[in-house]
């Protein structure tokens, strides 16, 4: 006996991918690796994320992985990019305020 089922994914079952996708990636930054393999990796995870829902955080995410590849022109760029999203989307100034604070710390090498 052969038993076959079709399973409908809708829009609302891919909602939490890019978040998932973006935590990951995030985790490899805060677990401190400079594995430049992971942090490729990494790297792919949150740009997919962005493909699928351009948001501040995951930009956020993307410059500091750019920036511990020491791809610091790249860090800055996603950076401002984060902060332009999320000025747009008028986000809370304590969540600007964080961002802006690692733009400056890419800028100064400090991050």
């Known amino acids: 006996m052969i038993v076959s089922s079709i399973v409908t994914v809708g829009p609302s079952q891919y909602s939490s991918i890019p978040s998932l996708l ?3 990636a995030w985790d490899y930054f805060t677990l ?3 594995n430049k393999n992971h942090l ?3 790297i792919l995870w949150v ?3 962005i493909d699928l829902k351009p948001m501040p955080q995951y ?3 993307l410059a500091q992985l750019f920036y511990r590849m ?3 022109d790249e860090a800055l760029l996603n950076q401002k990019k984060a902060i332009e999203m999320a000025t747009q989307q008028n986000i809370t100034d304590n969540e600007l305020k964080s961002l802006k604070l ?3 710390k890419i800028k100064d ?3």
Request: charged letters at 35%; aromatic letters at 12%.
């Open 22 to 24: 973006n935590n990951a």
């Open 32 to 34: 401190g690796t400079r």
């Open 40 to 42: 490729s990796k990494a």
């Open 47 to 49: 740009k997919r994320a």
């Open 59 to 61: 930009y956020d995410t």
């Open 70 to 72: 020491e791809f610091y």
């Open 102 to 104: 690692t733009e400056q």
């Open 109 to 111: 090498r400090t991050l």
